[in-house]
């Protein structure tokens, strides 16, 4: 009885010739289902941008001659940039644990405010007059 289906399994094999196409010798392309995640590129612009605009003349007077100015304060720029410390305190909430005492009494843990100090520079413009 065995042999039989030996046989006749070999038999339907013979007929059925090679099994799929990597037998064969034949590739096929893996065909993917498109990712829901991608992003698409942004379109490219329709048209060209126009050119930058230049000005005719220059925005502060003839651009031969240095402006003049009246006042003195105006001629110099005396004065610099700094960084000023500005000093912050803010409160926080911290948690403590409990404990307990010598008598054998047990305090609870919680949450107790504590004050944080800090602060920040600021750039600042500091007069030279």
């Known amino acids: 009885m065995r042999t039989l289906a030996v046989v006749a399994s070999l038999a339907l094999l013979a007929l059925a010739g090679p099994l799929g196409p990597a037998a064969a010798?034949?590739?096929?392309?893996?065909?993917?289902?498109?990712?829901?995640?991608?992003?698409?590129?942004?379109?490219?612009?329709?048209?060209?941008?126009?050119?930058?605009?230049?000005?005719?003349?220059?925005?502060?007077?003839?651009?031969g001659r240095p402006p003049v100015f009246s006042s003195p304060s105006v001629v110099c720029?005396?004065?610099?940039w700094a960084y000023q410390w500005v000093p912050t305190a803010y409160t926080t909430y911290v948690w403590v644990p409990g404990y307990v005492t010598a008598d054998g009494v047990m305090v609870g843990g919680g949450y107790q405010p504590q004050i944080v100090n800090g602060g920040y520079y600021q750039l600042v413009w500091v007069n030279g007059n």
């Open 25 to 63: 010798g034949e590739l096929r392309p893996t065909v993917l289902a498109p990712n829901p995640f991608a992003m698409t590129p942004p379109p490219g612009p329709i048209e060209p941008r126009p050119a930058p605009s230049v000005p005719s003349r220059p925005p502060h007077g003839n651009p």
């Open 77 to 80: 720029c005396a004065g610099y």
